[in-house]
């Protein structure tokens, strides 16, 4: 709720500023405002918000924040609908949407998959790094996952950036002749054999990760684009997919 109070108390300057702004498009120099520092923001798009005369700015890290239609006043926070009581999230909702959409730009062959021998009900997108303990740790609960008709579906993110042990590793998995049998090796501590000397989809999926504001591993992504930071034990994943009926 941070974020709630932070707008309950905004500037009055802001909201004069928005007032007066144009409520029907987006200023087509606003990016271009957007100058903290003498550093240009790295701004990948803006949209019109809910808010008469406020605009959402999605910057490269995958962070929003909302301006006003001269970028000289910025809100960095969550904005919610107060629906008849009800608060909603509607940042967190676009950023949901934003990580489905990604996702379905990812072939299953560019990725690591775990597929039930049965019935599939539900898909989650898993970041990891086979350096990460707490991957380890929920890939041991994978074979159950697969048990409850869950599909765990691979994606890289190496913790300490292409230059790092991670990120060799990783590119040793994509590489294997059985990437499922590489992962799992490698995330009981085994070395796995040869080099990584194939052209693997590791930074891509690395950058991807960013843009979804990913910062560490394992990073679960539902169905519905949720985002679970951190190892989550299998009942409640499982019911969190909405499966433990």
Request: glycine share 8%; charged share 25%; net charge negative.
């Amino acid at each position: 709720m941070r974020a709630l109070l932070t707008g309950a108390v905004l500037s009055g300057a802001m909201l004069t500023s928005a007032a007066c702004a144009a409520q029907d498009d987006v200023p087509a120099d606003l990016a271009s405002r957007l100058v903290v520092n003498g550093q240009s923001m790295p701004v990948r798009a803006v949209e019109k918000s809910p808010l008469p005369g406020i605009y959402e700015v999605q910057l490269e890290s995958g962070q929003t924040l909302y301006s006003d239609g001269e970028g000289k006043y910025l809100l960095v926070g969550d904005l919610y609908h107060n629906d008849d009581g009800n608060m909603v999230n509607l940042t967190e909702q676009k950023q949901q949407q934003h990580r489905v959409e990604l996702l379905k730009q990812v072939p299953d062959e560019e990725t690591v998959v775990f597929r039930p021998a049965g019935e599939v009900k539900a898909v989650v997108n898993v970041f990891t790094d086979t350096t990460c303990p707490y991957c380890r740790k929920f890939h041991e609960e994978v074979p159950e996952l697969n048990k409850r008709g869950i599909e765990v579906r691979y994606l890289a993110f190496p913790r300490a950036g292409m230059e790092g042990e991670g990120a060799r590793e990783l590119s040793r998995v994509w590489c294997s002749d059985n990437r499922s049998e590489a992962m799992t090796a490698a995330k009981k501590g085994k070395k796995l054999k040869g080099t990584a000397s194939c052209e693997t989809p590791i930074e891509k999926q690395f950058a991807l990760g960013k843009q979804m504001a990913i910062q560490g591993t394992p990073a679960l992504i539902l169905p519905d684009g949720r985002m679970i930071p951190g190892y989550v034990p299998v009942d409640r994943l499982t019911s969190m997919l909405g499966l433990d009926n």
